[in-house]
T-cell receptor, first 114, second 113 residues
Framework: DTAVSQTPKYLVTQMGNDKSIKCEQNLGHDTMYWYKQDSKKFLKIMFSYNNKELIINETVPNRFSPKSPDKAHLNLHINSLELGDSAVYFC?????????????FGAGTRLSVL | QQQVKQSPQSLIVQKGGISIINCAYENTAFDYFPWYQQFPGKGPALLIAIRPDVSEKKEGRFTISFNKSAKQFSLHIMDSQPGDSATYFCAAARMDSSYKLIFGSGTRLLVRP
């Protein structure tokens, strides 16, 4: 049973389209994240939700909108896709404490904008 | 501003050798330093982590060395194996309510048989 699952695994689309990526975790964690990994493998946080509340919102174009319908789900909607949005997007989850922050990552969604 | 600097960008080691990856951070408020391992086509997975109250942490063949005064930490992989070939990321975070991980740029490790 996959702990953090993302769909789709691959997404190929045209510039200007709108697309969504879904993420679900079955670990009972209270915090979920979206990361972007570019072609140079650089990994950068985009958003984080804790108990459905947005707690991290990095400098990301407002074309990107996360939505958390419940603690187990965090979806990412992208409007008006641009070439520069091509990357691998990772969802992650964690159950945080003052002692540790173990983030469990999904397998990623490879987005290609043509 | 790159808050966590990682080197080298790539590393080739013979089987049985020691792999060493270094990271330096700028923000003295960071108090949690994990290392993540990523295989091709997979998401990163936590390998080992350290808090600044200790100078070293060892788990099996993997050791983190931490130098608080120099604001540096490193990952040592002893007896490196071909199965260790992956990309390794250091990271840093403040263990406050945001738990935001700042990742280094990654090191591609290749262990030759």
């Amino acid at each position: 049973d996959t702990a953090v699952s993302q769909t789709p695994k691959y997404l190929v689309t045209q510039m200007g389209n709108d697309k969504s990526i879904k993420c679900e975790q079955n670990l009972g964690h209270d915090t979920m994240y979206w990361y972007k990994q570019d072609s140079k493998k650089f990994l950068k946080i985009m958003f984080s939700y804790n108990n459905k509340e947005l707690i991290i919102n990095e400098t990301v174009p407002n074309r990107f909108s996360p939505k958390s319908p419940d603690k187990a789900h965090l979806n990412l909607h992208i409007n008006s896709l641009e070439l520069g949005d091509s990357a691998v997007y990772f969802c992650a989850s964690s159950q945080n404490s003052l002692a540790k922050n173990i983030q469990y990552f999904g397998a990623g969604t490879r987005l290609s904008v043509l | 501003q790159q808050q966590v600097k990682q080197s080298p960008q790539s590393l080739i080691v013979q089987k049985g050798g020691i792999s060493i990856i270094n990271c330096a951070y700028e923000n003295t408020a960071f108090d949690y330093f994990p290392w993540y391992q990523q295989f091709p086509g997979k998401g990163p997975a936590l390998l080992i982590a350290i808090r600044p109250d200790v100078s070293e942490k060892k788990e099996g063949r993997f050791t983190i060395s931490f130098n608080k005064s120099a604001k540096q930490f490193s990952l040592h992989i002893m007896d490196s194996q071909p199965g260790d070939s992956a990309t390794y990321f250091c990271a840093a975070a403040r263990m406050d309510s945001s738990y935001k991980l700042i990742f280094g740029s990654g090191t591609r490790l290749l262990v030759r048989p």
